[in-house]
């Protein structure tokens, strides 16, 4: 702990130039027993920073609740703000967040509308056959595309890519966003804010009233959402979302949950997105490498090896400055697209049960997540290990 900061606001602004220049999407600010623990994550993982005495904490927390308007007395509830900055001739939204811990605040800052987000659907990762069905998808005039997954992994993303693909003069596209992470031009974005009574229910009652052609509606999350959002569908608009499920039967069970019948179910939804990220092999020390003991591997990866009939390029990175040592450096996007053809509607229209709709999916051919992840460690973009990490270990 060394070169501890003299200048507060000075320390402050370095550091959010080394974390946006370093492309990171979270700051935090960690308060320990004696020392103030400074993290950023980059491509999804939590990279520690920095470590600064505790004697620096109260002036920097006083001085991000000044900056992000929140009340500088309270220090037993957790509190929420924002602020802008600027960067290289670009001004970043940040979001607070400040929660009470053991040892102090701890602080949290999400960096928005950072350059990474907005990329064109070509640039997310999809296989060229996923691509082709994504648009498919979208090309309908009404109905429901969800788009699923955990935290952070891509499915916001996703979305603006598609409202990107989908921007032309003649579509009326609004969306309903909590927060709003990216400003998009021609697009009418609306900020859901439940304090003040604007929750997803009763915006998207006006939104339908505004004659859209397109809503992207930031999450489902409750009964009356998901009813609002399906009538809304029968009423010729195009709604995209998001959906906390991790397959597509789950998915069909839980609108049932929601009251929604199984033939509306059946008439609205088009598909499902599931998405992932994996970080990549950084392109300045990746060198090719073969896999030595084939044996150790499970079944199911060794099959993908062994039936795989187009050559296979296994690369690794060995790490060097430009990745900070972890041979990584940033994330694409792995995919499962599962379109709801006839088969699949009259699966739920007959009630079946949620293996069959899973064998019917698989028997169909559409890649799964893991396979498409595969598919990019065949090409050498990414490793065997990085689709453990996000996507478990197989056993057996
Ligand atoms: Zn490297």
């Not at 609002?228 to 979302?241: C, P, Q, S, V």
Request: charged share 25%; glycine share 6%; hydrophobic share 40%.
């Amino acid at each position: 702990m060394d070169n501890q900061p003299q200048d507060v606001s000075s320390w402050f602004e370095n550091t959010m130039h080394n974390a946006i220049a370093k492309r990171a999407s979270d700051v935090h600010i960690e308060p320990e027993r004696d020392t103030l623990n400074i993290r950023f994550r980059i491509d999804g993982l939590l990279q520690q920073i920095e470590v600064l005495g505790n004697h620096l904490q109260d002036n920097i927390i006083s001085m991000i609740k000044v900056m992000s308007n929140m009340n500088i007395t309270e220090r037993r509830l957790p509190q929420d703000g924002h602020f802008e900055f600027n960067y290289m001739n670009k001004v970043y939204n940040i979001r607070v967040s400040v929660l009470p811990s053991l040892y102090g605040e701890t602080i949290v800052f999400r960096i928005l509308n950072r350059e990474d987000i907005l990329i064109r659907l070509e640039g997310l990762g999809l296989l060229p056959d996923q691509l082709e069905l994504v648009n498919k998808l979208i090309s309908s005039s009404s109905g429901m595309v969800l788009t699923t997954g955990p935290t952070g992994s891509g499915k916001t993303n996703l979305l603006y890519s598609i409202i990107h693909a989908l921007n032309k003069p003649n579509k009326n596209i609004i969306t309903l966003e909590d927060p709003i992470e990216y400003q998009m031009t021609n697009i009418r974005q609306t900020q859901i804010n439940e304090s003040i009574g604007l929750s997803y229910v009763k915006a998207m009652r006006s939104v339908v009233r505004q004659d859209p052609d397109v809503v992207m509606l930031g999450e489902i999350r409750d009964v009356d959402t998901a009813q609002m959002a399906i009538l809304a569908t029968l009423t010729g608009i195009l709604i995209l979302t998001t959906f906390h499920t991790f397959d597509v039967p789950a998915l069909i069970t839980r609108f049932l949950e929601f009251g929604v019948t199984n033939s509306i179910i059946a008439q609205t939804i088009k598909g499902v997105i599931s998405t992932r990220l994996v970080r990549k092999i950084c392109d300045s020390c990746k060198e090719p490498y073969a896999i030595k003991e084939l044996e150790k591997l499970d079944t199911y990866t060794r099959n993908l090896i062994e039936h795989h009939t187009t050559p296979i390029n296994f690369q690794k990175g060995r790490g060097c400055d430009k990745c900070g040592n972890t041979g990584y450096l940033g994330r694409t996007g792995v995919f499962e697209v599962v379109y709801f053809d006839e088969e699949i509607k009259t699966c739920i229209i007959e009630y079946k049960l949620p293996s069959y709709i899973s064998a019917l999916i698989q028997r169909k051919k559409a890649r799964s997540l893991r396979d498409a992840a595969m598919e990019k460690v065949f090409q050498g973009v990414t490793t065997i290990e990085e689709v453990s990490r996000v996507l478990g270990s197989r056993i057996g």
